[in-house]
């Protein structure tokens, strides 16, 4: 069996309206019994840089979310030491990562996307896939809420 099947998808940002001069609306993320997090975020069209990209914790999901050291695009670190830097306005359609190492940390997250000022903003949407659970799903509906197709 592929280890993909073998995750959780969750919807962290549902997709929406245009953002312009606003953040996003996050979905939060329970991570509990998941050793990993993988967050895609797809940016759509946009005439504006973002002003935050980023990932914060609790360790409730009605708590006090708190930013995630180095989980943000915004100076952090990228595949092989790289210096992150926000969606500028000329970013449309690409995909940002966030590869988060789970253990030992709150295990509710929210993904902050703010969009600053522009003529009309942008889109954005995002989907975290959790791995390496303590108990893998065996159902459709432990793996995604909009079902599963197996194709063999």
């Known amino acids: 069996m592929n280890a993909l099947q073998h995750t959780k998808w969750v919807a962290a940002i549902k997709p929406g309206a245009l953002l312009d001069n606003a953040t996003a609306t996050a979905t939060v993320v329970d991570a509990r019994n998941w050793d990993f997090v993988t967050i895609a975020v797809t940016l759509g069209a946009t005439d504006i840089a973002m002003s935050a990209l980023k990932v914060q914790a609790s360790d409730a999901s ?3 979310y708190a930013d995630v050291t180095g ?20 970013d449309d359609g690409q995909v940002c990562l966030f590869h988060i190492d789970m253990r030992g940390k709150n295990p509710f997250l929210k993904v902050v ?3 600053g000022d522009g003529t009309s903003g942008g889109y954005i949407s995002a989907v975290a896939c959790l791995s390496r659970g303590k108990i893998p799903p065996s159902v459709s509906s432990d793996v995604a809420d909009g079902d599963v197709c197996i194709v063999v």
Not at 72 to 87: C, V
């Open 62 to 64: 009605g708590g006090t």
């Open 71 to 90: 989980a943000t695009f915004d100076g952090g670190s990228g595949l092989g030491g790289a210096t992150l830097a926000l969606p500028s306005a000329t």
């Open 113 to 115: 996307a703010t969009f």
